[in-house]
């Protein structure tokens, strides 16, 4: 991303944001409701056009190569978004179909698709039974039939039990690191960030607030903090309004004594 902007009539939703997510991370895009997260990935996505700047996914710029963009990516929004009135097969035929998978591989790409999810079981039962732990896997297992280089994750367990969100984090991870593919998320889950990121940056009124490894987020805080507690400090609001200025204010104040 280059000076990644997006504006509503007045409101700057995302504000020239400079960022480059190294291939192969597990990227963790954080911050308060309204800080831009969701706005980032539709433009990088390409749902949304940027009104200024420029980013470049899996090599394709997202302006001028956006059907390169969409070929090369997986997306699995906020919203469950899998039809309840198909099977979960269906489904992933349907996709199949939509990402033009050859024929000859179909077949073989679903089962396998449907095996890693831990869905063959219930592959021919309509969507609408399943729970919501059970959807989010046909989601990713949609996502991921095309073999995509990178993969966009807007909150991706939000709603599920604790047992379905890890079954959804043992998925992701295996994604990450057996497939090698690099996956974009956004949470508001700061237990899921931290065992899943490998780099992340937490937004503050459209601007990237602070970037990092988590275990470099939490020390920068103190020896013992969360990243909870790194949530709270780098997208709170200052006085001023002007987080910066408040991180400058603490500069100089340690310099002083």
Not at 30 to 52: C, D, F, R, V
Not at 196 to 205: R, V
Not at 232 to 250: I, K
Request: hydrophobic residues 40%.
């Amino acid at each position: 991303m280059e000076g990644l902007t997006l504006r509503f009539g007045e409101l700057v939703a995302v504000d020239a944001l400079d960022c480059r997510v190294a291939d192969g991370a597990m990227f963790g895009l954080l911050g308060a409701n309204g800080a831009g997260k969701t706005s980032t990935i539709k433009m990088l996505t390409t749902l949304l056009p940027p009104s200024e700047g420029t980013a470049r996914v899996a090599g394709y710029d997202i302006v001028h190569d956006a059907a390169e963009v969409r070929r090369h990516i997986g997306y699995v929004p906020q919203m469950l978004s899998a039809d309840g009135a198909l099977t979960g097969y269906e489904n992933l035929l349907l996709s199949a179909r939509l990402y033009r998978v050859g024929r000859d591989v179909r077949v073989p790409r679903i089962a396998e698709a449907l095996s890693f999810m831990g869905l063959t079981d219930s592959a021919h039962r309509l969507v609408k039974t399943y729970s919501g732990g059970m959807i989010r896997r046909l989601e990713l297992a949609q996502a991921m039939l095309h073999r995509p280089s990178v993969l966009f994750l807007d909150e991706p367990t939000i709603g599920l039990d604790p047992v379905a969100r890890h079954s959804v984090w043992e998925r992701l991870v295996e994604l990450n690191r057996g497939h090698r593919m690099t996956i974009l998320l956004t949470t508001h889950d700061m237990e899921e960030a931290d065992h899943l990121c490998t780099d992340i940056a937490i937004l503050h009124a459209g601007r990237i607030a602070v970037r990092g490894e988590p275990a470099q987020l939490k020390a920068s805080i103190s020896e013992h903090a969360t990243l909870d507690e790194v949530f709270a400090h780098y997208s709170a609001v200052s006085e001023s309004g002007r987080l910066r200025d408040t991180a400058e204010t603490r500069q100089v104040a340690r310099r002083l004594g």
